[in-house]
């Protein structure tokens, strides 16, 4: 089970699953997929062993219910322990919510979509009563019959899901929490099939982080925020087996009520052969840059660190190597026009998708992460295996990558970025032997035959109803804390 990733978009997310499906010939694999539209073009080849796809669209018409609608629409009881669990932050509403959940998929396989329900007047009602009650006597502005209507008519597209027949299988293996876990908890509930839930990057932390800027007021985006919380609370508790894809997401899990016992970690790897440690370094000293131009990778701050960089060393050159995802076009105009304005339009070159990701890591002495919240980031395990220097945010599982292999800084933190890249670029021995250790470091913990090996072994125990081993491995990232970066508090 996907959301918005492959076979429909690229990034680091739809690698790894291209990657341990090719890397399974074994296993029969059937793609549930949840997109924005139908519309959506597949941009992957698949592999023989994926033998079916379905896509799930989160918007556009709804399934269609006509029993629903001959029924009378979604009781009131269900329809208010809803709404009344969404406005209670307690564990104990958790485990209300995750009843309501379960009833809304099993009154949807029986009368049809739940869409006409969960838009009708009647719940906007329910929601703006709710609201009033929560909020008599205070001071704050109430909300608006707006904000009833857009609230529950967000809940209609994020619970789509629940309309769809669930898929029959052995295992179901969801690489995402949340909106994209709900195909799996249906096919549970109905044929008590074992649910696997991999994050690559903590999905309510980047739900957080993305409605920061969103459009909504702040009734509706703390009711959405909310349901999230208990969504992604319910997966952890419903999964048979968790596999973060670093540590750092698996103390977040736990904190949002895991299970540690039903966890076990395992990294992101990348096959060796297709990263042979790169000769040479560019003529002039040039950063590269590899992502998705995303406001979540931030490369607005790398702008800003890499003008400090430029006046400091005038022949400094930046490669930005990405495109942005279907909608985020404006983000990269942006960034363009932020470099135009930093005065480093010339130097600072956006030159979309390279046919061979090695290329990209090749063009720079040294490779620059900045975004502000990550899993276990493929490109920066990619330029480590090719025995490249690296500098990144200290975000998600990038410490337990990087070891003591490159230079770690806080995100948004544009004058550290910028010094740690001049310290790079100033000393040419420096580069090489990090470069070296990191590759020997990416070499010995991070191949995706150690990865596919440890998912065949999950698989196996899932398959045969045994509770999967909680053993896992940690390179031995050491936290860092202070105010010094961890390379200046040497001697």
């Known amino acids: 089970m996907t959301e918005g990733t492959y076979p429909y978009g690229f990034g680091g997310v739809s690698v790894w699953c291209d990657q341990l499906i090719r890397g399974m010939p074994g296993y029969d694999f059937h793609l549930v997929c949840l997109v924005a539209t139908q519309a959506e073009p597949v941009v992957w080849s698949l592999p023989d062993n994926v033998i079916s796809m379905v896509k799930v669209p989160l918007w556009g018409t709804p399934p269609t219910g006509a029993a629903a609608r001959r029924r009378g629409g979604l009781p009131l009881r ?39 329900g969960l838009a009708s007047d009647r719940a906007v009602r329910l929601l703006s009563e709710a609201w009033r009650e929560r909020w008599a006597g205070s001071e704050q502005p109430a909300p608006t019959m707006h904000d009833a209507v857009t609230a529950m008519q967000l809940l209609d597209h994020c619970l789509r899901p629940l309309s769809y027949a669930p898929v029959r299988a052995d295992i179901g293996h969801a690489v995402t929490n949340g909106l994209g876990l709900l195909p799996a908890l249906t096919a549970k509930w109905q044929h008590g099939m074992p649910v696997l839930v991999t994050e690559h990057g903590v999905y309510l932390r980047e739900q957080y982080l993305q409605n920061r800027r969103s459009p909504y007021r702040w009734p509706v985006k703390a009711l959405y925020l909310g349901f999230m919380r208990h969504l992604c609370a319910v997966g952890y508790r419903e999964a048979e087996t968790i596999t973060p894809g670093n540590v750092y997401n698996r103390r977040w899990e736990e904190r949002l009520g895991a299970d540690p016992s039903r966890i076990r970690t395992v990294y992101n790897g990348v096959d060796p052969a297709n990263f042979p440690a790169l000769t040479g370094e560019p003529e ?93 980031p493929y490109s920066l395990i990619e330029a480590m295996t090719c025995g490249r220097t690296c500098v990144a945010t200290d975000v998600g599982g990038v410490t337990e990558a990087v070891g003591d292999t490159g230079l770690v800084v806080p995100p948004r933190s544009p004058v550290l970025m910028a010094r740690a890249c001049l310290t790079l670029l100033r000393d040419a021995g420096l580069r090489q032997r990090l470069g070296a250790a ?16 440890t998912f065949d072994e999950i698989y196996s125990f899932l398959g045969s109803g045994h509770p999967v081993p909680t053993a896992y491995v940690e390179p031995g990232a050491d936290d860092q804390s202070g105010d010094k970066l961890p390379w200046e508090t040497a001697g």
Request: charged content about 25%; glycine content about 8%; proline content about 4%.
């Open 78 to 116: 269900l329809l208010r322990q809803l709404i009344e669990t969404l406005l209670d932050s307690s564990a104990d509403a958790q485990g209300r919510f995750g009843c309501a959940l379960r009833e809304l998929f099993e009154y949807s396989s029986r009368y049809g979509n739940l869409s006409a």
């Open 284 to 376: 002039v000293p040039t950063i590269s840059w590899v992502g998705r131009v995303d406001p979540i990778k931030d490369v607005e701050t790398l702008l800003r660190a890499f003008c400090l960089v430029h006046r400091e060393m005038p022949e400094a050159r930046l490669r930005l190597f990405g495109s942005p995802p279907k909608g985020r076009e404006p983000y990269l105009q942006r960034c363009r026009a932020l470099a135009t304005d930093l005065g480093i339009g010339e130097v600072a070159t956006f030159e979309g998708r390279v046919e061979n990701i090695r290329d990209a890591y090749d063009a720079g002495a040294i490779v620059v992460l900045s975004s502000v919240s990550e899993g276990f």
């Open 438 to 453: 990191a590759r020997a470091r990416a070499l010995e913990h991070f191949t995706v035959d150690e990865a596919i090996n």
